[in-house]
């Protein structure tokens, strides 16, 4: 309810999905992790945006009025800008994580802005926030941390976005094309041990090609799960067939070294 009360107060005209907990459907079907439903309400109301929210409102996905998603790193990346241009992004710094796309990072480098890359969790991006005395960061996924608040505030970064829109005039679409991200790609592996990479040398081999290939233009991230038995391989490049190419030969090779039985990639 504090959602959909906070925009009507502010003069908004909202239309809500999802908003009737029972107690058991908490983020079933609706929210942060399926934007696509505020997406076609906007498109069958005519609204101007789509405002997804998780059920404790710590992560924001938008769509812009046209349907398309805006995620994590495209609404960071609006934010910094504001926060830049207002004197408000101390040491021109933005903290986020390994997840967050290499597309980000050159849009935010070109404006003079440093991306730190903490540990993946939004503790770890908080813990480098406080560390460094920055005041801004999140994460690809949605959550936003504005200064000293402490913790994602999907509503706060919702609000940051609308006055963004409001004071430019220009529509979300436009805003978010600022951000142009690179095209990524991921293959997760089951795997019946969490084998440090460097003893993996066909593993290696294949990594270090990829980076070779992909050297200024794009990245490879690997990492292991922390809460299941996988290995996560994610690739961003220019060239969707290339980036693909390698994270399928690379998660091949990890189904073959440390793959569990019957290992999918």
């Known amino acids: 309810k504090v959602g959909p ?8 005209n909202v239309i809500t999905r999802g908003c009737e907990p029972n107690g058991t459907n908490i983020n079933k ?11 076609g309400a906007v498109v069958e109301f ?16 938008l769509s812009d009025e046209k349907g398309a998603i805006v995620n994590g790193d495209q609404i960071m990346g609006i934010c910094a800008l504001e926060l830049h241009r207002e004197g408000k992004l101390p040491g021109n710094t933005v903290v986020s994580t390994p997840m967050s796309n290499m597309g980000l990072e050159i849009y935010l480098n070109k404006l003079g802005i440093t991306l730190l890359r903490a540990n993946v969790g939004d503790r770890y991006v908080l813990e480098a926030m406080k560390k460094g005395g920055y005041a801004f960061g999140g994460e690809q996924s949605g959550h936003l941390i504005f200064g000293s608040h402490g913790t994602g ?6 609000l940051k976005v609308l006055e963004i ?6 529509p979300l679409s436009e805003l978010k094309k600022d951000v142009p991200l690179l095209p990524q790609v991921r293959e997760d592996v089951r795997v019946k041990s969490k084998t440090p990479v460097e003893d993996l040398p066909a593993v290696k081999k294949l990594i270090e090609e990829a980076e070779a290939e992909l050297s ?9 799960s922390g809460t299941e ?18 994270a399928k030969k690379i998660a091949a090779a990890f189904a073959k070294a440390i793959g569990a039985e019957g290992a999918a990639h």
Do not use: N, W
């Open 165 to 170: 829109m409001q004071r430019t005039g220009k």
């Open 5 to 12: 009360t906070l925009f009507r107060e502010l003069g908004a």
């Open 153 to 158: 505030d999907g509503l706060l970064a919702a």
């Open 216 to 224: 200024g233009k794009g990245r490879v991230f690997i990492r292991y």
């Open 29 to 39: 079907g609706v929210g942060a992790l399926y934007p696509e439903v505020a997406a």
């Open 229 to 246: 038995p996988l290995i996560r391989v994610m690739l961003e490049g220019e060239d969707m067939s290339v980036i693909r190419g390698h």
């Open 46 to 61: 005519g609204a101007c945006a789509g405002i997804s929210l998780d059920g404790d409102a710590d992560r924001l996905i």
